[in-house]
C-alpha cells in the first residue's frame, strides 16, 4: 500500500500594516516643508533612590531604576536599557515604514540591541576623573530579524536605509546642542 503525500501549503500572516495614504501624505509634507520641528515633551519625577517616574502624555510613567550593584532597587529597566529601548523603537518604526513606502509585507520584524557603557566616574560623585567624550556608549549593537515579502538583500536595503534616517540613532550618532539649567 503507498501513502498518499498531499502538497504543503505555507500560511504567512503579516504584520499590522500601518497607513500607507497617511504615510505618503507625510512623507509629501515633510518635502514641502523640511525644516519643519516637533517638540518632544517628559516630565520626569523622582520616587526615591534612583527610581524615576518620567510622564509623557496621557500614558502610564516610564519608570527607570537601577540594579542593586548601582545602588538601586532593580524595580525597573536602567536608564541606559531606556534609551536602547528608545532607539529599538525608533528604528522598528522606521524599518515598518521604509517597507510600507517600498509596499513589502513584513511577517517578522525584532531588533536586538547591545551597549557597551561604563560610570567609572561614579556619575561625576567623586569617581573617575573622565572626559564627556569617554562617558556614555562606547559601542552599540543592533541585530535585526526581518522577514517578509522580499529578497534578503531589499529587507537588508530597508533597515539600512531606516538606520540612516532614524531620529533616535541620529541623535545618538551626531552632537547635539544640550541645555540644562534649574527651574
Given at each position: 500500500m503507498s501513502a498518499v503525500i498531499s502538497p504543503t501549503t505555507t500560511v504567512k500572516t503579516y504584520l499590522r500594516p500601518i497607513d500607507r495614504d497617511g504615510l505618503m501624505a507625510f512623507a509629501e509634507k515633510g518635502r514641502n516643508n523640511?525644516?519643519?520641528?516637533?517638540?518632544?515633551?517628559?516630565?520626569?519625577?523622582?520616587d526615591g533612590q534612583y527610581r524615576t517616574l518620567s510622564?509623557?502624555?496621557?500614558?502610564?510613567?516610564?519608570?527607570?531604576?537601577?540594579?542593586?550593584?548601582?545602588?538601586?532597587?532593580?524595580?525597573?529597566?536602567?536608564?541606559?536599557?531606556?534609551?536602547?529601548?528608545?532607539?529599538?523603537?525608533?528604528?522598528?518604526?522606521?524599518?515598518?515604514?521604509?517597507a510600507t513606502w517600498k509596499q513589502v509585507q513584513l511577517s517578522k520584524l525584532e531588533l536586538f540591541l547591545e551597549g557597551d557603557i561604563g560610570n567609572p566616574a561614579a556619575w561625576g560623585a567623586g569617581g573617575a576623573l573622565k572626559a564627556p567624550a569617554e562617558m556614555?556608549?562606547?559601542?552599540?549593537?543592533?541585530?535585526?530579524?526581518?522577514?517578509g515579502d522580499a529578497p534578503r538583500e531589499l529587507l537588508d536595503e530597508i533597515v539600512q536605509?531606516?538606520?540612516?534616517?532614524?531620529?533616535?540613532?541620529?541623535?545618538?550618532?551626531?552632537?547635539?546642542?544640550?541645555?540644562i539649567?534649574?527651574?
Amino acid at each position: 500500500m503507498s501513502a498518499v503525500i498531499s502538497p504543503t501549503t505555507t500560511v504567512k500572516t503579516y504584520l499590522r500594516p500601518i497607513d500607507r495614504d497617511g504615510l505618503m501624505a507625510f512623507a509629501e509634507k515633510g518635502r514641502n516643508n523640511p525644516a519643519s520641528r516637533g517638540t518632544n515633551k517628559v516630565h520626569t519625577v523622582v520616587d526615591g533612590q534612583y527610581r524615576t517616574l518620567s510622564y509623557v502624555g496621557n500614558h502610564a510613567p516610564v519608570v527607570v531604576d537601577e540594579p542593586p550593584h548601582l545602588f538601586g532597587q532593580d524595580t525597573a529597566p536602567a536608564p541606559g536599557e531606556i534609551v536602547l529601548s528608545a532607539l529599538g523603537g525608533c528604528l522598528a518604526v522606521g524599518i515598518t515604514a521604509v517597507a510600507t513606502w517600498k509596499q513589502v509585507q513584513l511577517s517578522k520584524l525584532e531588533l536586538f540591541l547591545e551597549g557597551d557603557i561604563g560610570n567609572p566616574a561614579a556619575w561625576g560623585a567623586g569617581g573617575a576623573l573622565k572626559a564627556p567624550a569617554e562617558m556614555g556608549f562606547q559601542a552599540i549593537r543592533v541585530r535585526v530579524e526581518i522577514e517578509g515579502d522580499a529578497p534578503r538583500e531589499l529587507l537588508d536595503e530597508i533597515v539600512q536605509h531606516a538606520n540612516t534616517y532614524s531620529p533616535v540613532a541620529n541623535s545618538m550618532r551626531n552632537p547635539i546642542p544640550f541645555a540644562i539649567s534649574l527651574a
